[in-house]
């Protein structure tokens, strides 16, 4: 749909630009692919016939991330080859893709911010290519068909850069630090740092070849594959996430660290790093990642990665993401309630994923939800008592004006998306009873496993499995600016 828009708006560009017929005229018989044919250049018409319906989308289709992502292609897997410099911050790169064509392609885009591109290939062949903002525009020598699978080859360098978009989103993405990189890029920073289809709808598997100074340790999500080698001063560091990946918890955050490796009691490999900073603090993250990994494979359903674990850097980011398999803590000492939220992002947010932002309140209340959950379970405060001193919040609280089923894009991290998302699976809890409750957290997972969801497949599954109606429930907490009295 995009793509055909697309086409008609440059055509009416180019017989505009004529000014050989008047607009209606461009709408008779001849129209206006005509009209260019018989101008002076059949060239330039000969290829937007060609190229008509076949040009892929500049945004994978969220509303309100518009050029987020792109449309035309699905990844399967990226490659990606990477050499960065902390003293003069430079980083050489060649981004492999292996993409699926689900239209024909004689152009698509990929999103990269900053950075100077040497070459393009498509196929092995080589390809032109464009810039314009943060889209990478690729017109392959042949037309790609719908459904071939593909290969494109992205040879790039320079300087990378954060996006800095406070104080809604804070500054993330490619974040130079003393010694190396803190590197964290929910919502779109994996632009910052590599070629790709940025948004969450479009999940590959990773690989990552990451070369640093000698002394230095390059980490990235997934497992080391071989020990890391040495040669000329420069370690390589080679890690595969061979689980569906979204590009917002990619990371390959570098510099000195201390590791902790081993494995949790129920058997999963478990990877703990911290910078020297926080060496005090390694043998507390890795002993409470693995515990907490563990506790949640029992409540949510198996862990649905291959290792787990955590990483501590020196850089105050004043927040924490769930990098797959290794979440991150930005410049403090994580305590176990936010341990366990990043590690519930693992089920709630890594495996199950969403596909427009506005959906966000499935990773934040449920990773909210899962802090109460900890605390109960831990004999503390329970959920009930978290809520209602939530629920104590006069009528006037910022957080009944903002109802978080539809997070903004202006005010994405809005405390209500964590807050009260959490508040509304507790509304839940009360009304369904705890055995259909728990069991829906089992079932929204296995369903999901690896995959996409959104609002309406939740709203669904929980009416199923309670055999209760609840659309009442749900448009009071989710989508009313108001103080529900529901639950
Ligand atoms: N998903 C993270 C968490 O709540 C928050 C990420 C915030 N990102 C940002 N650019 N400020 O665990
Ligand atoms: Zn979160």
């Not at 101008?39 to 991330?65: K, L, V």
Request: aromatic content about 12%; overall charge negative.
């Amino acid at each position: 749909m995009a793509s055909g828009r697309l086409a008609i708006a440059a055509t009416a560009v180019l017989v505009g630009t004529l000014g050989t017929v008047g607009c209606s005229a461009s709408r008779g018989e001849s129209g206006p692919t005509s009209v260019v044919a018989d101008g002076a250049s059949p060239g330039a018409a000969d290829s937007a016939r060609r190229h008509a319906g076949r040009i892929g989308a500049p945004g994978i289709g969220d509303p309100d991330f518009p050029t987020d992502g792109n449309g035309g292609y699905d990844v399967d897997r990226y490659r990606l080859k990477l050499d960065y410099r902390p003293d003069t911050r430079h980083l050489s790169g060649v981004a492999g893709i292996e993409a699926k064509a689900t239209q024909d392609l004689a152009r698509f885009n990929l999103d990269l911010s900053g950075l100077k591109v040497g070459q393009v290939t498509v196929n092995d062949a080589a390809a032109q290519f464009q810039r314009s903002g943060n889209e990478l525009i690729v017109t392959p020598a042949k037309i790609i068909p719908e459904k071939s699978a593909f290969t494109v080859k992205v040879t790039y360098a320079g300087e990378p850069k954060p996006v800095r978009d406070s104080p809604n989103l804070g500054t993330y993405g490619f974040i130079p630090t003393a010694d190396g990189a803190f590197v964290a890029c929910e919502p779109n920073g994996a632009k910052t740092w590599f070629p790709g289809n940025d948004h969450p709808a479009d999940k590959a598997r990773y690989d990552f070849e990451i070369t640093v100074p000698e002394g230095l340790t390059a980490l990235a999500n997934g497992e080391l594959v071989g020990e890391p080698s040495t040669a000329g001063g420069k370690t390589t560091f080679t890690w595969r996430e061979s689980h569906p990946m979204a590009s917002y918890l990619a990371t390959m955050t570098l510099g000195k660290f201390e590791l902790r490796q081993g494995k949790t009691a129920a058997g999963i490999k478990n990877i703990a790093a911290v910078d020297p900073r926080y060496q005090s603090s390694l043998d507390s993250l890795y002993t409470l990642s693995g515990k907490i990994t563990d506790y949640w494979s029992t409540v949510f359903g198996p862990y649905p990665f291959s290792s787990t674990g955590g990483v501590i850097d020196d850089f105050a980011a004043g927040y924490a993401l769930e990098n797959q398999t290794k979440p991150m803590y930005g410049g403090f000492k994580p305590g176990d309630d936010i341990i366990a939220h990043e590690l519930a992002h693992q089920w709630f947010g890594d495996s199950l994923s969403i596909t427009r932002w506005k959906d966000l309140w499935l990773n934040e209340g449920f990773a909210t939800y899962a802090e109460w959950l900890w605390s109960e379970h831990k004999g503390n405060a329970t959920a009930e008592r978290i809520f209602r001193s939530h629920y104590s919040a006069g009528a006037d609280a910022a957080i009944w004006k903002y109802p978080p089923g539809r997070a903004k894009p202006e005010d994405l991290f809005n405390s209500s998306v964590y807050t009260r998302g959490g508040m509304t699976l507790h509304a839940l809890r009360q009304r369904i009873g705890d055995p259909a409750f728990f069991t829906l957290l089992k079932t929204w997972n296995a369903d999901h496993k690896y995959g996409y969801v959104t609002t309406e497949e939740f709203v669904a599954l929980a009416e199923k499995i309670s055999g209760k109606q609840l659309d009442d429930l749900f448009n009071a907490w989710l989508f009313t600016p108001k103080k529900p009295t529901t639950w």
